[in-house]
């Protein structure tokens, strides 16, 4: 059965840093894209990042872009997300999901990240 | 970047009812849609891609059809779980975008 558990997510203020973990099981997590999804409070999802099996390649929401930073830990079936310069639009919580042809076939449960003073 | 919209925004429907809801893409996207489930303080739940092919485990009573700009999901005959919110979502160019969602509440 395919697993995915976030960690990391918490109150953190303006300005400063997260970094999010997934740990995988169930299925060969070197053998799939991986992405983070987004859904701020009372709103609709919103992709955020994603990268390929062996970590290699990105791709990033525009909006994103020089602040996320996605990456892997093959060895440790961990798909991580580096957040910096987080700002209060930021808060939202945090999915990770494997990759179907880029859809979104398996989600973990999200880890709530909140940006406030 | 592409658009997703989907109405109704919300619809209230009773058990039993057929509901059909809508997503229309800004540009075409031929068939990478998906169609997901939200109930609340879930995650999203995969039911639909390539526009109408059905996930594994997915009820039969689920449906998707469309292509290009505009495609439907249909829910054939309502059952207590199926209210929750539902989202499209396009697998054609990045950045993948979602629909707004729709909020299927019972009447």
């Known amino acids: 059965e395919v697993q995915l558990v976030e960690s990391g997510g918490g109150l953190v203020q303006p300005g400063g840093s997260l970094r999010l973990s997934c740990a995988a099981s169930?299925?060969?997590?070197?053998?799939?894209?991986m992405h983070w999804v987004r859904q701020a409070p009372g709103k609709g999802l919103v992709w955020v990042s994603r990268?390929?099996?062996?970590?290699?390649?990105?791709t990033y929401a525009d909006s994103l872009k020089g602040r996320f930073t996605i990456s892997r830990d093959n060895a440790k079936n961990t798909l991580h997300l580096q957040m910096n310069s987080l700002r209060a639009e930021d808060t939202a919580v945090y999915y990770c999901?494997?990759?179907?042809?880029?859809?979104?076939?398996?989600w973990g449960q999200g880890t709530l990240v909140t940006v406030s003073s | 970047d592409i658009q997703m919209t989907q109405s109704p925004s919300s619809v209230s429907a009773s058990v039993g009812d057929r509901v059909t809801i809508t997503c229309r893409a800004s540009?075409?996207?031929?068939?990478?849609l998906a169609w997901y489930q939200q109930k609340p303080g879930k995650a999203p739940k995969f039911l639909i891609y390539?526009?109408?092919s059905l996930q594994s485990g997915v009820p039969s009573r689920f449906s998707g059809s469309g292509s290009g700009t505009d495609f439907t999901l249909t829910i054939s005959s309502l059952q207590p779980e199926d209210f929750a919110t539902y989202y499209c979502?396009?697998?054609?160019?990045?950045?993948?975008?979602f629909g707004q969602g729709t909020r299927l509440e019972i009447k």
């Open positions: 540009q075409g996207i031929s068939s990478w």
């Open positions: 169930g299925f060969t997590f070197n053998s799939y894209w």
């Open positions: 990268i390929n099996g062996d970590g290699t390649r990105t």
């Open positions: 390539a526009a109408s």
């Open positions: 999901a494997r990759d179907r042809g880029n859809w979104f076939e398996s």
């Open positions: 979502q396009q697998a054609s160019s990045f950045p993948l975008t």
